[in-house]
């Protein structure tokens, strides 16, 4: 069966960096592009970054655009989310997910992984 596994969250004070990870099995990874999703209490899940399959293009919104970068390891069969300057608004639970069509980031066949808390605060 498919698992998604995130891990690297925690409390960070704004301005800081923290690296997130996703392990992904039950799937032949390096057939889909990744993406990193992330849900704030009260609001409605929301697009964060994708890179496709080889990991040769990448795409962010435009929230985090610059501070943010994704990244994969077809060999390990992970995805990466280094995230950098971090801000409040950015406090959130981080999720990945899979999609079959490189930028159609609203379609995830998988179901959701148990997501990684990051909260930026002082």
């Known amino acids: 069966q498919v698992q998604l596994v995130e891990s690297g969250g925690g409390l960070v004070q704004p301005g800081g960096s923290l690296r997130l990870s996703c392990a992904a099995s039950?799937?032949?990874?390096?057939?889909?592009?990744m993406s990193w999703y992330r849900q704030a209490p009260g609001a409605e899940r929301e697009f964060v970054a994708t890179v496709s399959k080889a990991g040769t293009t990448t795409k962010y919104a435009d929230s985090v655009n610059g501070r943010f970068s994704i990244s994969r390891n077809n060999t390990k069969n992970t995805v990466h989310l280094q995230m950098n300057d971090l801000k409040p608004a950015d406090t959130a639970m981080y999720y990945c997910n899979a999609n079959s069509i490189y930028g159609l980031v609203r379609d995830t066949p998988w179901d959701w992984g148990q997501g990684t808390q990051v909260t930026v605060s002082s």
């Open positions: 039950g799937f032949p990874f390096s057939h889909y592009h």
